[in-house]
């Protein structure tokens, strides 16, 4: 099942926990989530929107469910979504994920999944929630998780709100096929 804008109208840290386990869908590649990373709102310093709206934010003031993809150091994408009420500025960061389709590779960093899956500028302001070529589903896989400070930042370093998977076998193993 497809998730629906309800899923991502959630608290972020709860969206966060919540897309473990769950398969993004782009292109020909779909890979299970394995760590994601929140960034809310105007307090929070790390947050790109901290600053206010921007041509580059003004997506995260937005409605929840919809991608914000940004290039960062000149070269890498990164794919976030959109989380929360309609004018608070929050998302999700996909971190890692483990393709299925193609299988079995797990790949760590924003950077490289966007590479992978041929997610650029061109993919910023999509609605997940009703596109059929980037979504995320629920396949009703549940893995286990921590809760650790974001990493690759300077600032908000004090927020424990980066996910990861704990399951150490998981990156190794294949743990089903459908």
Same mark, same amino acid.
């Given at each position: 099942? =497809?998730?629906?804008?309800? &899923?991502?109208?959630?608290? #972020?840290?709860?969206?966060?926990?919540?897309?473990i386990g769950k398969v993004i869908c782009c292109n020909n590649f779909q890979?299970?989530?394995?760590?994601? *990373? %929140?960034? $809310?709102?105007?307090? /929070?310093?790390?947050?790109?929107?901290?600053?206010? $709206? @921007?041509?580059? #934010?003004?997506?995260?003031?937005?409605?929840?469910?919809? %991608?914000?993809? &940004?290039?960062?150091?000149?070269?890498?994408?990164?794919?976030?979504?959109? @989380? *929360?009420?309609?004018?608070?500025?929050?998302?999700?960061? $996909?971190?890692?994920?483990?393709? =299925?389709?193609?299988?079995?590779t797990y790949i760590n960093g924003p950077g490289k999944i966007c590479r !992978?899956?041929? =997610?650029?500028? @061109?993919?910023?302001?999509?609605?997940?929630?009703?596109?059929? #070529?980037?979504?995320?589903?629920?396949?009703?896989?549940?893995?286990?998780?921590?809760?650790?400070?974001? =990493?690759?930042? %300077?600032?908000? !370093?004090?927020?424990?709100?980066?996910?990861?998977?704990? /399951?150490?076998?998981? %990156? @190794?193993?294949?743990?089903?096929?459908?």
């Amino acid at each position: 099942m =497809i998730l629906n804008r309800a &899923f991502f109208l959630q608290d #972020t840290n709860t969206v966060s926990t919540n897309l473990i386990g769950k398969v993004i869908c782009c292109n020909n590649f779909q890979g299970i989530i394995t760590e994601t *990373e %929140s960034y $809310i709102g105007m307090n /929070d310093p790390a947050c790109h929107a901290a600053k206010g $709206i @921007t041509k580059r #934010t003004k997506i995260m003031f937005g409605l929840a469910g919809f %991608s914000y993809v &940004f290039l960062i150091y000149g070269k890498y994408h990164c794919f976030n979504i959109v @989380t *929360e009420a309609l004018n608070f500025p929050a998302a999700t960061l $996909i971190r890692g994920i483990k393709l =299925i389709h193609p299988p079995y590779t797990y790949i760590n960093g924003p950077g490289k999944i966007c590479r !992978l899956l041929g =997610i650029d500028l @061109t993919y910023n302001a999509i609605d997940i929630t009703l596109s059929n #070529t980037l979504y995320i589903k629920d396949i009703g896989y549940q893995l286990p998780y921590r809760s650790t400070p974001r =990493i690759g930042l %300077s600032k908000g !370093l004090d927020k424990m709100w980066r996910y990861i998977i704990t /399951d150490k076998d998981f %990156s @190794t193993t294949t743990p089903f096929s459908y």
